[in-house]
């Protein structure tokens, strides 16, 4: 059937702010949905309160409202526009909760618009704990033995009947908010009113554990037709009793036999066409029991979830483009595979590879946090990889982390405390992984391990072949290392700072990559097709391996190379990868050939049509040394992918390839604290008094010059990492010692804190003659409280023309002074009528999104092509639109560690944003606002 001719205009609801266990895989698939939608002549509006998406950019949508996620937006749009229909299922848990409600208010009958991509009936079915468990009964599918509670007595004698270990389950939560395993009687009571209250119904489901069963997941794609695809299947190395999100999962599955794969097809299917008649994507999980293969169902999301996005990079099939596709009326038969472009989407995407998921946390950021993983998901990122084997792809994405590891082990920070690995193998955490093999390295029996994590044996043999390698290459040199045995370490992941480390004697990362070159091992590059090479593929692709064919060939056009963010992380957000995708159509009207490296999975900038050439690969030294080696680009992007391209800059300088943009000197000026601070001087810029220290020591010595109250940072950190401010020598001595013990090398910067200062931000663009001042922001906290975890507003609302002038002279200046070619982000303390300027990145900053998008102007494209050299300021015509102000309200996920304090100070912990409209200062959200933050409003 073609699509339906009746729907002219659609409405897509957004995921709303980052939060843990909903994060920028929603925005890939939203951004997929209208971009699918408007390729078929449908007029797309899009409602979301994130600031820092690409999906809230015009470049999407038709129509974009940045308006709060609730009903009362959703009848202003409705009321505005003429919407056909709404499509709820690419913004997760918060858009199908908002479309639910909006059909419970009658809003959707109100205005005639039909809700497709999901039976709102189908919500309600798998949503609600108690509905599904019938359900399942019902058509013969196995759940584990529960029971519904809706009050604490309810739940008491549930677990009673059910016994320990059980689960609590909240319904109508995401990434399991309020859940979790309680193994004891005496953890019950405490855990049943989390859960309770955590659950907007006041409903739980206890249900019993099934702790050490394996857990899969399989993505399925239905049509109106009832046809129904199975686009992936993810296996979980983590047992159940860690959430999915922040377990490490493979794809294909790698353990299950023929047999229980097809019998959890069948299930799938079957659970599918049981929970409505919709069309569209549908992610349902299992659990196996591993001694008999009995299957249980764990839940169905009648929805695109945050597996769907990582099983579109796994395969090259863009789900959430072809779910819009369906929920408009095409069966899979007459849609296009976007891959090969020549056979159709109605077919099962087939794998000569393997992918593996690592999640990203961020426990430094929350101290006291109970590290322990379980059914409540505590990951803020993950990054994924791809290599022809398990442990190549598991290689890869332990590079690819961001955690100062060079794969798993072999890099000298292994642990050596028998009783620490042992502790936690048997209780998760962050650093299982790497005591598992740490365990190995030690001599504990694989039995034993096994028994410890309840992780199949099969990946436990995969990771001992590692620790039988690291024993046999002791007994060579770089120089005579055998070619076979070379060529076998680096198909097994190891990367040359690895190797350069097992050999010793002072051998380098640089020996071991001219050595290998020596021998001819080199890193070849093949494509992600979908179909096993069955079929041509059309779409550049590409991930690397050592293997003979390459199937990569760089074109004779000049191209330029953009550096992604890597994972998500608190500092580190889905604003860089918006500015990255910005990067990306910039080089292409600039008419340079755009090629993408990068290696997270949820975000835009991997989708395989935004660049001219994607390779998913770790944004680490060795992977992109190799493709600028193949490539030859004109040079190398590193301004938008935040702190992740920027330590690459000095790389890529000793290697005499081209930044792009502003130089790596004046880049290194601005990260170092004390060059930085010479610059001030030199420019006679008010800047806080300061100091350099390399040891606590010395640290006393500046700190007692300077004055307390101190502000103790380390350079080249991003979102605030490891700052404090101390007010005495012994609390002084304790932060720089850890400092120090944690980014070894590095020097710290010991500032006098301007006590009770406001703060407020200035963004620029330069092109090395002109300046033009994007915006000006206001922190609504006062200085001490980093600008992330602040509330800002767009103009200055309460900041003298004395004061904004001398923001303006400031920006100038420096960005003149660091030969500024691109954006410039400046961050300033004002007290009174004096203004100090506490730090500058001339990069992409959080910010620029937010005031881009609240100026409806596209300041990263224009910044983009200034660094590209394709044109100078005044080539251009900017036009801010903003009536009144705009208000940015970061969001926090402090629910997920009720354990933590919550006291904001000068390190980052906000894992989003939003963004709020206002007319003017009386607005009663900005009063209130104020109120809360204890601030008063001065005209």
């Known amino acids: 059937m073609p699509k339906d001719p009746s729907i002219k205009s659609v409405l897509i609801i957004g995921s709303g702010p980052i939060i843990i266990g909903q994060a920028c895989e929603f925005d890939y698939s939203g951004s997929q949905a209208a971009l699918s939608l408007k390729d078929e002549g449908i007029e797309v509006s899009i409602i979301n309160s994130n600031p820092a998406t690409i999906m809230t950019d015009k470049v999407i949508g038709d129509h974009v409202y940045l308006l709060p996620l609730n009903c009362e937006s959703l009848e202003q749009i409705l009321s505005e526009r003429q919407i056909d229909a709404v499509l709820p299922t690419m913004g997760g848990q918060t858009a199908l909760n908002l479309c639910k409600e909006a059909e419970e208010r009658g809003i959707w009958a109100k205005y005639n618009v039909r809700v497709i991509g999901v039976d709102v009936a189908a919500i309600e079915k798998t949503e609600n704990r108690e509905e599904f468990r019938q359900l399942m009964v019902d058509i013969n599918v196995g759940v584990a033995t529960s029971k519904i509670a809706n009050s604490f007595l309810e739940g008491k004698e549930a677990a009673q009947e059910i016994g320990f270990p059980l689960v609590i389950r909240p319904s109508y939560t995401l990434g399991g908010t309020g859940g979790g395993i309680v193994h004891k009687k005496e953890d019950f009571d405490a855990a049943l009113s989390r859960g309770l209250q955590a659950s907007p119904t006041h409903e739980v489901l206890v249900e019993q554990a099934v702790l050490g069963w394996k857990e899969y997941e399989l993505e399925l794609l239905r049509d109106s037709k009832d046809n129904v695809i199975i686009i992936c299947s993810i296996e979980n190395f983590d047992p159940m009793g860690v959430h999915t999100g922040d377990s490490i999962t493979v794809a294909p599955a790698m353990t299950l036999s023929d047999r229980c794969y ?202 001992q072949e590692l620790v039988a390698l690291e024993t046999e290459i002791k007994r060579y040199s770089l120089t005579n290392i055998p070619r076979d045995f070379f060529l076998t370490l680096k198909q097994k992941g ?46 550049p692709y590409y991930y690397s391996t050592y293997e003979d064919e390459n199937e990569s060939f760089p074109s004779d056009k000049k191209k330029v190379i953009v550096l992604g963010s890597g994972p998500n992380r608190i500092g580190q957000g889905i604003e860089f990868d918006y500015s990255c995708v910005h990067g990306l159509l910039a080089a292409k009207e600039a008419g340079y050939e755009s090629i993408m490296v990068n290696c997270n999975p949820e975000t835009v900038s991997t989708d395989f049509n935004m ?93 007692r010059q300077v004055g307390y109250p101190v502000l103790v940072r380390p350079s080249y950190v991003l979102g605030g990492q490891g700052m404090s401010i101390v007010i005495n020598d012994e609390d002084l001595e304790k932060a720089v010692v850890k400092l120090l013990g944690d980014l070894p090398g590095n020097r710290v910067l010991i500032d006098h804190f301007l006590d009770r200062a406001e703060e407020a931000e200035s963004d620029s663009i330069c092109d090395g003659e002109d300046v033009h001042i994007v915006g000006l922001m206001e922190h609504i906290e006062p200085a001490g409280i980093h600008s992330g975890d602040s509330s800002a507003v767009l103009p200055p609302f309460n900041l003298s023309k004395k004061v904004t002038d001398l923001m303006e002279e400031y920006t100038i200046k420096l960005a003149k002074a660091l030969d500024v070619r691109g954006l410039l982000n400046i961050q300033f303390a004002i007290k009174g009528e004096d203004v100090y300027v506490i730090e500058a990145n001339p990069r992409a900053s959080r910010t620029v999104p937010f005031i881009a998008k609240a100026y409806d102007v596209p300041y990263i494209n224009i910044a983009a092509k200034i660094m590209l050299g394709a044109n100078k300021l005044k080539d251009f015509k900017i036009e801010r639109k903003l009536i009144g102000y705009a208000i940015k309200e970061p969001v926090f996920s402090f629910d997920k560690f009720p354990e933590v304090e919550k006291q904001l100070g000068p390190e980052m912990k906000s894992t989003g944003e939003a963004i709020r409209f206002i007319k003017d200062l009386e607005d009663p959200y900005f009063v209130k606002l104020y109120k809360e933050k204890s601030m008063y409003l001065s005209k």
């Open 611 to 703: 660049a001219d050439k994607l390779y998913f690969e770790p944004v680490f030294w060795e992977h992109v040394r190799e493709i600028i080696d193949l490539e030859k680009p004109e040079g190398v992007i590193v301004q938008l992918g935040g702190q992740t391209a920027l330590k690459m800059a000095e790389k890529l300088h000793e290697k005499g390839i081209k930044i792009i943009g502003t130089s790596f000197n004046n880049m290194d000026i601005a990260e170092d604290r004390g060059r930085f601070s010479d610059l001030l001087k030199d420019l006679d810029i008010p800047y806080p008094k300061y100091g350099v220290a390399e040891s606590a020591e010395e640290a006393i010595d500046v700190a």
């Open 494 to 539: 190891y990367s040359d700072v690895q190797i350069a480390w097992l050999l010793g004697n002072s051998v380098t990362e640089d020996d071991v990559y001219d050595r290998r070159k020596e021998l001819g091992i080199k890193r070849v590059y093949k494509m992600v097709d979908t179909c096993a090479a069955e079929f041509q593929a059309q779409t």
């Open 262 to 463: 097809q019998e959890m097809r069948n299930q799938a299917m079957k659970m599918m066409r049981a929970i409505g008649n919709f069309a569209g994507g549908c992610n349902v999980q299992f659990s196996v029991n591993p001694a008999d293969e009995s299957i249980i169902a764990i839940e169905i999301n009648p929805r695109v979830s945050r597996s769907s996005a990582l099983a579109s990079k796994a395969t090259g099939y863009p789900i959430a483009k072809i779910a819009a596709k369906l929920a408009i009326g095409y069966n899979l038969d007459e849609v296009e595979n976007q891959i090969t472009k020549t056979t159709s989407a109605y077919f099962e995407p087939t794998l000569d590879y393997v992918i593996v998921k690592v999640p990203r946390w961020n426990f430094d950021k929350f101290k006291g946090a109970n590290t322990e993983l379980g059914l409540q998901m505590k990951s803020v990122g993950e990054v994924m990889a791809i290599g022809r084997t398990f442990i190549e792809a598991l290689q890869k994405a332990t590079q690819s982390l961001e955690i100062g590891r060079s794969g798993l082990g072999a890099d000298g920070r292994q642990c050596r405390n028998l009783d620490e690995i042992m502790h936690g193998l048997e209780h998760p955490s962050w650093n299982r992984l790497f005591l598992i093999k740490d365990a190995m390295s030690m001599g504990v029996p694989l039995e034993s391990i096994r028994k410890a994590t309840k992780i199949d044996k099969w990946f436990l043999i995969q990771i």
